[in-house]
């Protein structure tokens, strides 16, 4: 036998395809880190990057974080709630931070008004986690 049978040279193919899909971007895109990874990250705690930045001292530094970690929320599935609802508000928060990012006038307070904990937990974090 000279050359692999077709059904060799399939197999060859689908294996090295597969292979490709996460070089290349095929597949949908997965998110870097959780949404509980971007909430200890940014969120959680006094000394929290978030709230340094609602106070409206944020550097261009910490503006590409803030970026980088909520690029990961519209792509998260929520643990509770309307998926598509999800995608909303995570993407509004996300376009605040592009926003404070770019130095568009107005940022801060779409970013104050889009990071607001309560009114997306209550829809969208279960209610058995602590705070
Ligand atoms: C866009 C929606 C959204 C906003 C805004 C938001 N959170 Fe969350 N947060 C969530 C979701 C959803 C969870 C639950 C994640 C899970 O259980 O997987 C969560 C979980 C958490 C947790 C628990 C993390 C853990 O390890 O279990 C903390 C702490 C937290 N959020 C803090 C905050 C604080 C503080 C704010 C406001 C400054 C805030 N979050 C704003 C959606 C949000």
Redesign the pocket.
Known sequence: MKHPSIAVRIVIGTVAAAALVPMTGWAAPKPKY???EV??AI??GDE?L?KKIGKGEGTPADFKKLVEYYTS?PLNE??QGDATEWKK??TA?LASAKALEAGKPGALDLYRE????KA??SD???KD?H?
Do not use: D, S, Y
Not at 114 to 117: F, G, S, T
């Open positions: 959780t949404i509980k909430m200890k969120h959680k929290a978030g929320l929520p643990p508000k995570a928060l889009a990071v607001n904990c997306c937990h969208f974090k279960p986690e705070k």
